[in-house]
């Protein structure tokens, strides 16, 4: 489905666009708001939820590009802050930073499943502005953020653990040194222990509270990588067998990689949305 995409990001995806994509009134689903820079799912904020964005340009049939938001919109900021220095790219950031407030999302929480998002005139411009373009930053460049220094636990298993069997039955130790274990993937989470359990020899630790609390609708960043990566039962014989190639083993330094990247975007998130007032009229 192609609706209104090549007006955002081209017929290939190859305009350079921002947009930020949060969930339609009509989905059952928690508010989420995030930013993409390239073609996104009609369902980005999960199956049988619509989402909605709000782009920072928009093009024509001839490739053209223009400002998604209005001479009037701007004008209206211009006047009320009183400040002939707040450009467009400016209010696209104050947006993303307003669509983050706690106390906004409560407040207008009932508003939020019926209608558009409207933004109030918060006052200190520039900090939301700020803070706006800081969590871009951060969603948008999730794959290049400093992994965070969480501890990783590799249990082997050793020749020594088959003593129990008879010596004829016994595996060799140097054929087993030279065959990797098979793993079990696992990818679950353990938020009071503050752990990942990611197969049957590996788990992560030293996750802080705070990275389960950035939530993308109904689950934390960390969840959606967890669930994303899991192997999944095919039930179509056919397909199980000559299309179901995906093998956890093959990308766990990736996924594990991605973990410690999405942690520190968490945390650093959460550092930004807690510094927001707690209430805003």
């Known amino acids: 489905m192609r609706y209104k995409m090549a007006d955002i990001f081209g017929d290939f995806g190859q305009l350079e666009n921002i947009a930020i994509v ?16 390239s073609v996104f799912d009609y369902h980005f904020v999960g199956a049988a939820a619509a989402g909605n964005c709000l782009s920072l340009y928009c093009y024509d049939a001839d490739g053209n590009q223009q400002d998604n938001i209005t001479d009037w919109g701007l004008k209206q900021f211009l006047q009320h802050h009183g400040n002939s220095k707040i450009t467009k790219r400016d209010i696209f950031h104050y947006t993303y930073a307003v669509l983050h407030h706690p106390a906004y999302r409560s407040k207008y929480e009932i508003n939020l499943k019926r209608e558009f998002p409207r933004l109030p005139f918060y006052e200190d411009f520039r900090q939301w502005a700020k803070w706006g373009k800081e969590l871009m930053g951060l969603h948008l460049d999730y794959e290049k953020a400093t992994p965070f220094a969480l501890k ?130």
């Open 22 to 37: 949060f969930t339609d009134p009509s989905s059952q689903k928690p508010f989420m708001v995030l930013a993409s820079d």
């Open 152 to 281: 990783r636990h590799d249990h082997k298993e050793t020749a020594n653990q088959q003593t129990d069997l008879m010596p004829d039955e016994r595996i060799n130790p140097a054929r087993l040194l030279d065959e990797k274990p098979k793993l079990k993937p696992k990818l679950k989470a353990d938020k009071a222990a503050g752990s990942i359990e990611v197969d049957s020899i590996t788990t992560l630790s030293g996750i802080p509270p705070e990275a389960w609390t950035y939530q993308l609708g109904n689950r934390s960043a960390l969840e959606w990588v967890l669930d994303q990566w899991k192997e999944h039962k095919i039930s179509d014989p056919t397909v199980a067998e000559k299309f179901n190639t995906y093998n956890f083993a093959d990308h766990k330094d990736k996924v594990i990689d991605l973990l410690l990247r999405v942690c520190t975007v968490s945390v650093e998130t959460m550092k930004i949305v807690s510094a927001m007032p707690l209430a805003k009229e």
